[in-house]
């Protein structure tokens, strides 16, 4: 009898320890997960399914910015384009539209890191990575952020997203991305959405595309020439997925060609 009494005993003992312990771990799962939620790019499913119909109106990138709430930077609610000229591999946005864009964010009581950090964009191939174009914008445009972030989605859903820090010694750190339904959102919207698409997306040729520079004086000499100055320097700082759209586009494109003398007219 006393031995089944000592042995009830040590059962009582062990149980508040096996249940401190689950709670424990428990609560170490828990903190686990705000940790990884904190650092991972969110989007809301509708602002989602607007990007997916964006990228797939047409095979140009597209590019905007992601709109977050206050108390979740890395959260984004909305995908907000401005007015751009789009090309196969490059997006530009229009200076003035930028200006207008932030100022009626700032209208609406947002903060800068609510609309301004989070640099969202399209590839029409099957690659995320960043080419050589996307690092150099995202360097010159965000580089005097305390922070902001650079996505890319392809056009097989894959996904890139980097954080970077610009404050103490600064850094960069590539997060995963999810969409989340834990919170309410609204329904898809075609009909507006088309008309933002058709108000703000310009597409242009990207191999005809003249700059002010390619133009300038000094390089008058190159003016008989059918490809623009730096078209090889450019062509060899793509990845090699974006190397393989524009030669796919030269081969869909047979009345670019002379026949006789075998060169290139753009």
Request: proline share 5%; net charge negative.
């Amino acid at each position: 009898m006393k031995k089944e009494e000592n042995k009830l005993q040590e059962q009582a003992k062990a149980e508040p320890q096996a249940t401190l312990k689950q709670i424990a771990k428990t609560s170490g799962s828990q903190a686990e997960k705000r940790r990884s939620k904190r650092f991972t790019l969110r989007f809301c499913p509708t602002a989602w399914a607007k990007l997916l119909y964006f990228r797939d109106k047409m095979d140009n990138e597209i590019g905007g910015f992601g709109v977050t709430g206050i108390d979740d930077l890395l959260f984004v609610k909305e995908f907000a384009t401005v007015k751009q000229e789009v090309t196969g591999v490059s997006v530009k946005f229009d200076d003035g539209a930028v200006a207008d864009f932030f100022d009626s964010q700032v209208d609406l009581s947002r903060r800068p890191e609510q609309f301004a950090r989070v640099w969202l964009h399209t590839h029409p191939a099957d690659s995320p990575s960043p080419s050589a174009i996307d690092e150099e914008t995202f360097q010159r445009v965000f580089n005097n952020c305390q922070w902001a972030v650079m996505f890319v989605l392809a056009q097989n859903s894959k996904t890139y997203a980097r954080l970077s820090f610009n404050v103490g010694p600064g850094g960069q750190v590539l997060i995963p991305t999810e969409v989340d339904y834990s919170e309410d959102f609204g329904a898809s919207n075609r009909e507006i959405w088309d008309a933002e698409y058709a108000a703000n997306v310009k597409t242009t040729d990207w191999l005809t595309t003249r700059s002010a520079q390619e133009a300038s004086p000094t390089r008058n000499e190159l003016s008989g020439c059918a490809l623009p100055y730096d078209f090889i320097d450019e062509f060899e700082r793509m990845e090699p997925a974006e190397r393989q759209f524009v030669l796919d586009e030269l081969a869909d494109r047979p009345h670019l060609w002379d026949e006789e003398e075998e060169v290139m007219f753009l």
